[in-house]
């Protein structure tokens, strides 16, 4: 079994043109171990690269990608990938920062809206039960006929969501009191490349102008 061509083109053409600018910044990093700025949890989908949006380079982010970017209740126990990956940024890296970043178009908060609108209870696939997380989310949205308006309610509801269970770990609440941690909500629009954040006085999302 070998790669697909395209893998071992696109690992040549960084191996031969990339890597040699980058080496000695990577030496760097294996002598002196990583302190990145930044943790940041985002979707697994494809056209969300949160490296390419912040210009980010090797070192800078802690990164966490899931199926629609959540992070569960820290007592729930169905799920340790996410939790562990933060506790590490937080305990070991001591980031100063931890970002979720959701999008536009997201496959994983459309099945969720569709499966709680629909009310549907059985549990085929994995992804079923992972969005347990996202259902005090789906709970806040107000009615709206608008498939497209609810599924975006959602998007942001989520992040508000995810950042209410970090909220509520002793972990992050004793990070953020002694003034070592920022967490911030961001949602990004994949058509227009927008980025909000998530503005917890107002409770809105709002555009990143610069
Ligand atoms: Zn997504």
Partial sequence: ?????????????????????????????????????AMIISCCDSRVNTSNIFSAIEGDFFEHRNIANLVPPFESNNENGTLSAIEYAIKVLKVRNLLICGHSSCGGIKHAYDYFSNKKTDRNLYIDKW?????????QIQNTKDVTEGQKSLEQLSIINS?????????????ILNKNLNVFGLWFNISTGSLFVYNQENNNFEKINY
């Fill in 131 to 139: 969005i347990d997380v996202i259902k005090p989310a789906f709970n």
């Fill in 1 to 37: 079994m070998h790669l697909p061509d395209f893998l071992i083109d696109r690992y040549k053409e960084w191996k031969e043109n990339i890597f040699p600018k980058k080496q000695e910044l990577l030496k760097l990093l294996v002598r002196n171990g990583q302190k990145p700025k």
């Fill in 163 to 175: 950042i209410t269970n970090l909220n509520n770990s002793k972990l992050i609440k004793d990070a």
